[in-house]
């Protein structure tokens, strides 16, 4: 296990995988890196973060911890990790930025500490074979009534047994598709219903995507579901 930390001044915030209205994903090369035979990056679950201008960006304020499962390609050696890291800083204006990291370790190397809980904030994968708190139950395209489908929208379910308030982010299955944000339509007894407008989607190469990437968060818990579009 490993970890990328980035510690923002008050005001300012960094991007999810899927930036929303604006902004920049961060982006890892670890090219270079030695005795290296990969790296997963989880994302911890996002926000939705308003500003000034109306637009409505997918990230993070404060602190992010992105957490790292590392393989290396002979456990019995060392590995040094070599990152190229391309994100963004926000206040007002969005700022590019870069950074290159280097860290070289072994497996008997002790725990960093700073990473204890980290992999929690990750959102679990979701199984709607089991019960929980949480569930994404379903998602179907409703065609409007508009001849060039304009006002046509994707309505997703959800199940939500906890207090407070919850959000959902859609992405889909490449990165040739980028949605309009979920709007929340209706909220009765735990069962909700969010709309994801076609108008204002980029959509691929083809109507209305196979299946949809979401991830459903309240408070300090989340799940991401890959589900096919009915």
Not at 96 to 105: Q, V, W
């Amino acid at each position: 296990m490993g970890g990328v930390e980035i510690t923002l001044t008050p005001g300012w915030k960094t991007y999810w995988r899927y930036p929303g209205d604006a902004g920049i994903p961060p982006r890892f090369d670890w090219s270079g890196s030695e005795n290296l035979a990969g790296v997963e990056v989880l994302y911890p679950a996002p926000k939705r973060i308003m500003d000034g201008s109306g637009t409505t960006s997918i990230g993070y304020e404060t602190r992010v911890i992105f957490p790292l499962r590392i393989r290396a390609k002979d456990p019995a050696k060392p590995v040094t990790l070599k990152l190229k890291l391309d994100f963004a800083t926000c206040e007002k204006l969005c700022i590019p930025a870069d950074a290159n990291l280097s860290l070289s370790f072994s497996a008997k190397d002790a725990a960093e500490p700073a990473l204890d809980g980290a992999e929690k904030s990750v959102p679990e994968k979701h199984d709607a074979s089991k019960s929980g708190p949480l569930a994404v139950l379903s998602a179907k395209l409703e065609r409007g009534k508009k001849p060039d489908g304009s006002d046509s929208r994707i309505l997703v379910n959800v199940l939500v047994r906890t207090p407070g308030k919850f959000d959902l982010f859609a992405e889909g299955p490449n990165e040739e598709w980028t949605f309009a944000l979920p709007e929340l339509v209706s909220n009765e007894a735990g069962r909700a219903v969010f709309a994801i407008p076609l108008d204002g989607s980029r959509l691929g190469n083809a109507e209305v995507p196979p299946k949809l990437r979401l991830t459903l968060v309240a408070g300090e818990q989340a799940i991401e579901r890959e589900i096919p579009l009915d």
